[in-house]
C-alpha cells in the first residue's frame, strides 16, 4: 500500500478535522476511515499519541463528556493551520492521489482474482463438460460478478472523493492567497498612515534618527558619522518600499532601546533626546514629502 501520510501531514490532517468541529478519538479514527473511502483506517495506537501532543503543545485541548475526552482546536492550532494553508492544500492533493493509488490497486487485485477465477472455471469446465450447469459452477459466476460489482463500487467511490479532495484543495489555496493579500495591504495601509503623520505633525524623530538612517548631524563625531553611513547596510533592500521603511524603523527602534537599557537614562538624556528626535521627525517629513 503507498504511504497515505507524509511525515507530520497526519499531526496537520487532525487539527483540520478538529477545525470543523470538537471530536473525541474514535470520531476521528471514523472519519479518517470515510475520507478515505475505507481504504485506510489508523489505528488508536497512532491517532491517540498524537492528540496528546498536540495537547501538551497547547494547540487543542480536551473535556470529559460520558466519560470519554472530546478533542477542541485551540486559538494557537487555528492560528498553525492557518500558517500552513498552502501546505493543507498540498495534502488534500496527496490524499486524492493516495486514494487514487489505493483504489488502483484494489481494482489490480479484483481484476486479477477475476482472471485466476476465469481460468479455474474453463478448466473446471473442460474437465467436466457434462457439468457445466452444476452448483460449483453457478457459485463461481455469482463469485465473478459480486467481484466486478465491488471493483465498480469502489472504483466510483475513489473518483468521488478525488473529485471532493480536488475542489476543497483549490478553494483552500484561493482562502491562502486571499489572506497574504490582506497582509499586504495592511503593511502598505499602516506605512501610508505614518508617511501622513511625517507630514502632518512635523515632530517626533530627530537628527538622531537622521543619524541612524543615513544623514549624521555636521557636528556628530566621525565615528558616528562613518556609523550612520553604513548603518543597516545589511537589510537588502526589496521591492516594497513601504516595507523597507517599516525594517528600518524597526532596526532603529531596537538599538534605541538596547543603548538605553545597557547604559541607562536620565531624565536630562530623554529630554535632549526628545529634541534630536522632533527635529529628526521634521527632516523626514521633508524627504517623504519631496517628489520622487
Known amino acids: 500500500m503507498p504511504p497515505v501520510f507524509a511525515h507530520g501531514r497526519l499531526r496537520l490532517y487532525l487539527l483540520k478535522l478538529l477545525d470543523e468541529a470538537p471530536r473525541h478519538g474514535y470520531e476521528v479514527i471514523r472519519l479518517l476511515e470515510e475520507r478515505f473511502q475505507g481504504l485506510y483506517a489508523p489505528s488508536a495506537g497512532t491517532v491517540y499519541p498524537r492528540l496528546?501532543?498536540?495537547?501538551?503543545?497547547?494547540?487543542v485541548t480536551h473535556a470529559t463528556e460520558g466519560g470519554r475526552k472530546v478533542y477542541s482546536i485551540t486559538d494557537a492550532g487555528r492560528a498553525e493551520l492557518?500558517?500552513?494553508g498552502?501546505?493543507?492544500?498540498d495534502l488534500e492533493l496527496e490524499i486524492r492521489d493516495s486514494v487514487s493509488e489505493l483504489a488502483a490497486e484494489m481494482r489490480d487485485d479484483v481484476r486479477g482474482a477475476a482472471g485466476d477465477l476465469r481460468r479455474e472455471m474453463l478448466a473446471a469446465a473442460?474437465?467436466?463438460?457434462t457439468h457445466v450447469e452444476d452448483e460449483s459452477w453457478k457459485a463461481a459466476k455469482e463469485d465473478l460478478r459480486r467481484a466486478r460489482q465491488e471493483w465498480k463500487e469502489q472504483a466510483r467511490?475513489?473518483?468521488d472523493e478525488s473529485r471532493r479532495a480536488r475542489e476543497e484543495a483549490q478553494q483552500a489555496r484561493r482562502q491562502a492567497k486571499e489572506a497574504q493579500e490582506?497582509?499586504?495591504e495592511e503593511v502598505q495601509r499602516i506605512a501610508g498612515q505614518l508617511q501622513e503623520q511625517f507630514a502632518r505633525s512635523g515632530g517626533v524623530l530627530g537628527s538622531l534618527a537622521g543619524a541612524w538612517l543615513g544623514g549624521a548631524p555636521a557636528a556628530a563625531p566621525a565615528g558616528d558619522a562613518d556609523r550612520a553611513s553604513g548603518w543597516a547596510a545589511d537589510l537588502t533592500p526589496t521591492a516594497d518600499p513601504a516595507r523597507d521603511l517599516?525594517?528600518?524603523l524597526d532596526r532603529f527602534r531596537d538599538e534605541v532601546r538596547d543603548a538605553a537599557r545597557d547604559r541607562g537614562v536620565t531624565a536630562a538624556q530623554v529630554a535632549e533626546a526628545r529634541g534630536h528626535l522632533a527635529a529628526a521627525t521634521a527632516r523626514l517629513g521633508t524627504t517623504f514629502g519631496s517628489k520622487p
Open 52 to 59: 496528546a501532543k498536540l495537547e501538551a503543545e497547547g494547540l
Open 82 to 84: 492557518a500558517d500552513r
Open 86 to 89: 498552502g501546505e493543507l492544500a
Open 126 to 129: 473442460s474437465a467436466s463438460a
Open 157 to 159: 467511490r475513489a473518483k
Open 182 to 184: 490582506r497582509a499586504r
Open 246 to 248: 517599516d525594517r528600518l
